[in-house]
Nanobody
Framework: QVQVVESGGGLVQPGASLRLSCVVS????????MGWFRQVPGSERQFLAA????????YYDDSVNGRFTMSRDSAKNTVYLQMNNLKLEDTAIYYC???????????????????WGQGTQVTVSS
């Protein structure tokens, strides 16, 4: 049974940093495509970043490129999302996802991923 568990969310001020963690069991992150998404009420989940299993490269949505960094610790079977210079519009529930059979062109699509965590709330407020 695959489990995906996010943590690290919280309430921060604009300009602050947070690091989200995603611990996975039942699946190896190194041989899976791992992604981060976020969602605000009333909207679809937005792709943020992914590490593609086929080439081990990391891909980012333009909206977070340069501020967010996704990384992986294979020994801990964990992926991270380092978020810097947080803005009010970064407020959302952040989700980690794992996929087995993605191709590069499908990285940003929610339906491409097989397993999801429960999400962790990030609130940016002054």
């Amino acid at each position: 049974q695959v489990q995906v568990v996010e943590s690290g969310g919280g309430l921060v001020q604009p300009g602050a940093s947070l690091r989200l963690s995603c611990v996975v069991s039942g699946l190896t992150v190194r041989t899976s495509t791992m992604g981060w998404f976020r969602q605000v009420p009333g909207s679809e989940r937005q792709f943020l970043a992914a590490i593609f299993r086929n080439n081990q490269n990391t891909y980012y949505d333009d909206s977070v490129n340069g501020r967010f960094t996704m990384s992986r610790d294979s020994a801990k079977n964990t992926v991270y999302l380092q978020m810097n210079n947080l803005k009010l519009e970064d407020t959302a529930i952040y989700y980690c996802a794992a996929g087995r059979g993605l191709i590069l062109s499908t990285l940003r699509f929610e339906r491409s991923y097989d397993y999801w965590g429960q999400g962790t709330q990030v609130t940016v407020s002054s």
